[in-house]
């Protein structure tokens, strides 16, 4: 059974510029959840999809917005980049939440921003 | 406002005992991860507690005290591979939202 995947792994932006994440579940995993982690934050929670709904957000500025597809793959955005937003971004997916379920993560899509 | 607490970094002896200990204080409560996270590596899931008490899996132990907003994670007999960050997550209101503390790295020396 394939594991969460995520894509790009690397990229190195501009400020001002506007990136696109992909992820993509474990197979019948029905929610998504997304993070930034950076060395100083730890994980930060952004938000989570569960059949093409969000239910719920973290405390991000509107640059970072998401969105989850029929298929339950789901992509974030971040628009008008700053420095600020190199990070570690982690996607992680469960069955139907993280509540009683574990969630897995995927190996992430590592951002530089120059 | 939503707090999770855990120490920066400890260390410990191989073959040792360690326990890492975390607070919380958050607005709903429907359970807590701990996770491993290797540098580098994404976070994999190590147990999970909903009620009081204590679970065991294998060499991993944790423990849940939702009155005190406490928890801790039990390494035992510590191997070199142990060597990681160990991060505490609470699933606050609604059970959609998890919130990581900052992770203890955790040092195990020869």
Same mark, same amino acid.
């Given at each position: 059974k394939a594991g969460v995947t995520q894509t790009p792994r690397y990229l190195i932006k501009t400020r001002g510029q506007q990136v696109t994440l992909s992820c993509s579940p474990i197979s019948g995993h029905r929610s998504v959840s997304w993070y930034q982690q950076t060395p100083g934050q730890g994980l930060q929670f952004l938000f989570e999809y569960f059949s093409e709904t969000q239910r719920n957000k973290g405390?991000?500025? $509107?640059?970072f917005s998401g969105r989850q597809f029929s298929n339950s793959r789901s992509e974030m955005n971040v628009s008008? =980049?700053? =420095? $600020?937003?190199s990070a570690l971004y982690l996607c992680a997916s469960s069955l139907a939440g993280p509540t009683g379920n574990t969630i897995y993560f995927g190996e992430g899509s590592w951002l530089t921003v120059v | 406002g939503q707090n999770i607490d855990q120490p920066t970094e400890m260390t410990a002896t191989e073959g040792a005992i360690v326990q890492i200990n975390c607070t919380y204080q958050t607005s709903g409560f429907n359970g807590l991860f701990w996770y491993q996270q290797h540098a580098g590596e994404a976070p994999t899931f190590l147990s999970y507690n909903v009620l009081d008490g204590l679970e065991e899996k294998g060499r991993f132990s944790s423990f849940l005290s939702r009155s005190k907003g406490y928890s801790y994670l039990l390494l035992k007999e510590l191997q070199m591979k142990d060597s990681a960050s160990y991060l505490c997550a609470v699933i606050g209101t609604g059970g959609f939202k998890t919130i990581f503390g900052a992770g203890t790295r955790l040092f195990v020396k020869a």
């Open positions: 405390n991000f500025p $509107g640059r008008t =980049l700053e =420095l $600020g937003d | -």
